[in-house]
């Protein structure tokens, strides 16, 4: 992509028009109204909002127009974290506010790559949640038990979760490429009384059968007493084999007649999802999330940060395994159609996406920053090839968008569009830093702070700085702090991850910056930062550099401990043909050290097959490190391609 930009212009500024009909604007005068406040702009509106947690989240719910009774208290123990509590009184459900409508108009439009497609009408998710409900509930699923599933990216899977959810039962789930191992390092945890799976799914054209992994993930699960198999790849599952297995219609069947559904009136912090973190240093941890604090949160950054509105049509390229699915899944509480996808997004040379924009007519299109520099390493320009004319917002995260990624997106997929790169994670079930449909896109910039979000980034002595690099940290509590996590009665390990930096605030993890425009960079996971002579280094600013040459596909890049320092290691992932000889390693250093500092310039630059990620797609830099240091990776079944962590054993070139 071209570095002749004017950085002294923002790459897209909303119109006047599209400023003034956004749900930003109109939640900024609902709260002016309510509180009579005179909020002239998204810097003020975000200042009330950390100052006035009370009034602004009592703004979320009444603007969301959520379903349940508030009650007269908002917050106890406010300056403690953890420890605060939001709405002790209130009695409210998920499904509840998810399934408002009943009509005809689509609520969920699902392609499985190009072999299957299929719609549900609002009304026909209600009564299919009802069937499901009544099943659940005549087995005796009550409140706190859970209900697992192992499932594609499907509208059997919201199903499952919104009738889970709508009795109080607690939804977890893993997506059907997992390893055995890693579902049962997963749901072993958490003990699933109910496991919905699937016969098998579609990925690159070709069909994976998954019989033989359910039948030794379901013997390895003690605590289910039912398995419902969803046929995806036949017209009904073969259950041979499977314990307790019940095909998804015989197990409807009998409560066809349900056409209500009883949804239980539970309180704020009820558990509503159990997540997992990557378990790539060790067995995932369980992140316990709450009904409340989801929906919350979902509603502020669906319809403000995301201007989402009723009948919008939203999609994100995810998998259950990834907590994008959860978020994705609150869309239906703004009223707006899902549009769902299962398989591989680089089907048909990564057309089939932008295929499905414009069939579907998609305003939202969310994926990974990796998916937009890949498609930009093949040289693909949607803008030739589809219409997109429907797309309003484009949303990225997974790992940081690099600027290039950002002329990319508005030289080769659509111009006029809101390109919200947004950070956050499975911890809070959400964001940070995201989009705002009110503000500019700055060229390599997160657009903002999440609203209610104390957001700053400290120094190592834990004061606020601005223009320079930092440790990601929120300074108040926010309704979608995990309740704990799962078999952690004292909070040992939940204090361990988050508040054993800086005392009674949330440290997340991240290396940024806050930029001159209040948007800010992620520079990559903070416990991945190289420290070559005592300096800090983001890895994302070196993958910024190496990536942008032809040459190379991708690259990891590590600290391994040297002569008593740390040298910076650089893996290369090259294009077919091309060999890492002296010239290619002299042109990877120098643009490093033209474009960052002498300290950046790697050590060693080695090539490698492929890079180890997670199932979400994340590459694993501590993986890789430890590999490198003859130590133990703990967690392979974490990693899509564990066999990738043996290109990095035993190199030459890390022992001179």
Known sequence: MSEARNLDQPLWTPTAERISESQMTAFREHANTRWGLDLGNFEALHAWSVDQPEQFWQSVWSFGEVVGEQGATVLVDGDRMPGARWFPEARLNYAQNLLRRRDGGEALVFWGEDKVKLRYTWGELYREVAHFAAALREMGIAPGDRVAAYMPNMPQTIVAMLAASSIGAIFTSASPDFGEQGV?????????????????????????????????????????????????????????????????????????????????????????????????????????????????????????????????????????????????????????????????????????????????????????????????????????????????????????????GFDYVYEAIKSDVCLSSISGGTDILSCFVLGNPVLPVWRGEIQCKGLGMAIEVFDDEGKPVRGDKGELVCTKPFPVMPIGFWNDPDNAKYHAAYFERFDNIWCHGDFCEVTEHGGLIIHGRSDATLNPGGVRIGTAEIYRQVEKLDEILESIVIGQDWENDVRVVLFVKLREGIVLDEALIKKIKQTIRANTTPRHVPAQVVAVDDIPRTRSGKIVELAVRNVVHGRPVKNVEALANPDALNFYRGRKELEQ
């Open 184 to 404: 049962l390092d997963r749901f072993g945890q958490t003990e699933p009384k109910v496991l919905i799976t699937v016969d098998g799914y579609y990925y690159n054209g070709k069909a994976v059968d998954c019989h033989d992994k359910v039948a030794t993930i379901v013997a390895g699960l003690p605590s289910l007493k039912r398995v419902v198999v969803v046929p995806y790849l036949k017209a009904e599952p073969v259950l041979d084999g499977i314990a307790h297995s019940r095909s998804w219609g015989a197990f409807l069947k009998p409560h066809l007649a349900a056409t209500e559904i009883e949804f239980a009136q539970l309180p704020f912090d009820h558990p509503l999802y159990i997540m997992y973190s990557s378990g790539t240093t060790g067995v995932p941890k369980c992140i316990v999330h709450c009904a409340g604090g989801a929906l919350l949160q979902h509603i502020k950054e669906h319809r403000l940060h995301s201007d989402v509105k009723p009948g919008d049509r939203v999609f994100y390229f995810t998998t259950c395994g990834w907590m994008m699915w959860n978020w994705l899944v609150s869309g239906l509480a703004v009223e707006a159609t899902l549009l769902l996808f299962d398989g591989s997004p680089f089907v048909d040379e990564g057309d089939i996406l932008f295929d499905y924009a414009d069939a579907e007519h998609m305003t939202h299109f969310g994926t990974s920053a990796k998916f937009i520099d890949h498609l930009a390493k093949l040289g693909r320009r949607p803008k030739d090839t589809h219409k997109l004319d429907t797309v309003r917002a484009i949303m990225s995260t997974g790992s940081p968008l690099v600027p290039e």
